[in-house]
């Protein structure tokens, strides 16, 4: 056993390095040949994965069992023999030619180590059921009914998954290797050029006079670093760690205090550029491109954001809570922008570049090189090198632990392609919902969310995508409205009770309750359940401006007033104390306003209109007493 934590530090981090350095290099010159280079980048996260880059070994000890340098080398070898071996491989004829010793060694060994290397990152729920989907291809002909198939020989099924490039070697690496590398370093170099403490203080200077601006800052705060770090747990950790203490001396209860950071950085994935790596996937499958996906998702992103802070700001009337300054001389927008501004510039070049319609990865490879040229205008940005090669590992670890999920998402995919049984799962989702949409719809959902509650969101939606779109899209959905409608549900997973994993993060930071913070940030991210179902009857909340600018800022504004009726149900607090059956009448206006057409909005505007001017009385005449009790003493 190597007990050397330094060396295997020292090691990891120079791979992490050439890594970084190959793959900025071929972003810059053109890549090579498919098979060759995703090989390249399997074995250098197979080898950095089994060394502990991104996953836990040991029991967080620091040291590396002799089997992981096995594993780590056996990873690394495997591309060169696909490297010596790629002209007979690249031309050999599928069922045909003969699978060789050193293919099945090579490749047997390969797949092994990426379904290991998964169940290491994502846990053991995806790795059971990839298993479950490789043994349905094997001997599925056995199986009755809809999951019946004629069944594929193993040696089909190999060639399929490791000598060609729809298997492992397939899109999804290849999105891998491009795309979500380079945002994902995007992200890591902004963060370590002081990305973060950007957004935290910018969110900080637009709430400073605002009541209860701790949790304002922190909804703004975490969704505008959730959008760049793509992770939702890991933004709680890194954000809730700062966000949740103020909180709480602010005067909010600790459940609501991790609910709100929970929730904030969960959606804060639908937030561009990063989205979790899922925005690449959806332009891919529905053949658009990514910047049609990151557009779609700007308004929903807006209007859950909304709606916590609208959430926020009734929790802050409810309990009487005031101005808090962090501070003594909290930051200004002046200084702020004075000290980070220019890290503005490389998302600028991001969106620019997208719009101009150049490739996602070219336009994320300029962005990343303009965050590391901009970072030295000001000392408070300015990486030293030490601080570089952070950014690099950091980056590199978290490129590791999502690609073992695309790795293991590919063979899945691959081996249900393979066998045409996804049309039967598609098939057998409509038959339940005897061709209704809204049956099919909830089915869906429920799916996806089960998924997400063992799976990252991009593990629940690759998986649900290969089944869930095609039932969709049957039922007259649009294929990208379908493929969003299962990416949001991928997302809230993580904040669906009883495992909504990034409540419970969170609620470790506030020492709060779990299944309260998990039910509290259930309610406060309730439109986030609602708006999907709406979008698959009319997409304009994907493209608001499609028919005209009057229909679309009529969408919008209905939504907002839709989704403070949401707030102030789920609170209990909408200018004054809401009895249970106003409450009730404010969820119903809420769904009416969400409603897109100009019927529903004229029935959800006058409920709420309704609903407010009997709430301003109701606390007119609790002032009144109130006046003539303070008289009467």
């Known amino acids: 056993m190597v007990n050397s934590r330094s060396y295997k530090v020292g090691l990891i981090r120079a791979v992490c390095v050439i890594m970084a350095t190959y793959f900025f290099w071929i972003a810059m010159t053109g890549m090579p040949e498919p098979m060759i280079v995703r090989s390249i980048f399997v074995s250098f996260v197979l080898f950095l994965g089994f060394l502990g880059a991104g996953v836990a070994t040991q029991k967080n000890t620091g040291s590396v069992g002799w089997y992981n340098w096995i594993f780590a080398f056996f990873g690394a070898a495997s591309s060169i023999y696909i490297h010596l071996e790629y002209e007979r491989i690249s031309s050999r004829l599928m069922h045909l030619d003969e699978v060789t010793f050193g293919d099945w060694f090579f490749g047997v060994g390969t797949i092994l180590l990426v379904l290991e290397l998964t169940r290491r990152t994502a846990g053991n729920t995806l790795l059971i059921i990839i298993l479950a989907i490789v043994l349905y291809t094997l001997f599925g002909n056995f199986l009755p009914g809809t999951f019946h198939h004629p069944g594929i020989a193993i040696e089909s099924l190999f060639e399929q998954l490791f000598l060609s490039t729809n298997g492992l070697y397939g899109s999804l690496t290849s999105l891998a290797l491009a795309e979500v590398f380079m945002f994902i370093m995007f992200g890591a170099f902004l963060q370590a050029a002081g990305g973060m403490e950007f957004f935290t203080r910018v969110a900080e200077a637009a709430t400073k006079r605002a009541k209860g601006g701790p949790a304002k800052a922190a909804v703004l705060g975490s969704s505008m670093f959730g959008g760049v770090s793509g992770s939702g747990v890991a933004n709680v950790y890194a954000t809730g760690a700062v966000t949740i203490p103020l909180m709480q001396r602010a005067g909010f209860r600790p459940q609501f205090a991790a609910a709100t950071e929970s929730v904030s950085s969960a959606l804060g994935q639908l937030i561009p550029p990063v989205m979790g790596a899922a925005a690449f996937i959806i332009a891919q499958y529905s053949r ?16 859950y954001i909304f709606a916590i802070y609208a959430a926020v700001h009734m929790e802050t009337n409810r309990l009487g809570i005031g101005l808090f300054r962090r501070f003594e001389n909290p930051p200004s927008m002046i200084s702020t922008m004075r000290d980070y501004g220019h ?31 901009l970072s030295v205008l000001r000392p408070a940005t300015r990486m030293a090198p030490k601080v570089l090669l952070d950014a690099i590992e950091t980056g590199i670890r978290r490129i590791v632990s999502l690609t073992a999920i695309l790795l293991s998402a590919g063979l899945a995919v691959s081996a249900l392609t393979a066998t045409g049984t996804v049309f039967g799962i598609s098939a057998m989702i409509i038959n339940l919902a005897q061709g209704h949409l809204l049956v099919a719809a909830i089915l869906v959902a429920s799916t996806t969310i089960l998924l997400g509650m063992g799976l990252p969101p991009v593990g629940a939606f690759l998986i649900a995508a290969v089944f869930g779109a095609p039932a969709l899209t049957e039922l007259g959905v649009d294929p990208f409205t379908a493929y969003m409608f299962i990416f949001m549900f991928s997302v809230v997973a993580l904040i669906t ?59 919008l504004a209905t939504a907002l007033i839709g989704i403070i009726s949401i707030a102030g149900c789920t609170i209990g607090h909408f200018v004054t104390k809401v009895p249970w059956i106003l409450r009730g009448a404010l969820l119903i206006s809420a769904i009416v306003l969400l409603w897109p057409g100009l019927f529903t909005d004229v029935v959800g505007a006058t409920g709420f209109a309704f609903i407010t001017i009997v709430q301003l009385l109701r606390k007119s005449k609790q002032e009144r007493k109130g006046g003539d009790a303070a008289k009467a003493i």
């Open 288 to 303: 658009t491109s990514y910047i049609d996906v990151a557009t779609a998702a700007l308004v929903p992103a807006f209007l």
């Open 343 to 373: 890290l503005v510039l490389p998302l600028a070049l991001l969106v620019y570049l997208l719009i101009l319609r150049h490739s996602a990865y070219f336009s994320a490879t300029m962005a990343t090189l303009a965050v590391i040229a």
């Open 497 to 555: 009770p009883p495992v909504c994993l990034t409540s419970f993060a969170a609620a470790s930071i506030a020492e709060a309750d779990f299944m309260k913070t998990g039910v509290q940030g259930f309610f406060l991210a309730l439109p986030a359940y609602l708006i999907p179902f709406i979008i698959i009857y009319d997409p304009i909340y994907l493209n608001p401006f499609d028919q005209s600018l009057e229909s679309g800022l009529m969408a």
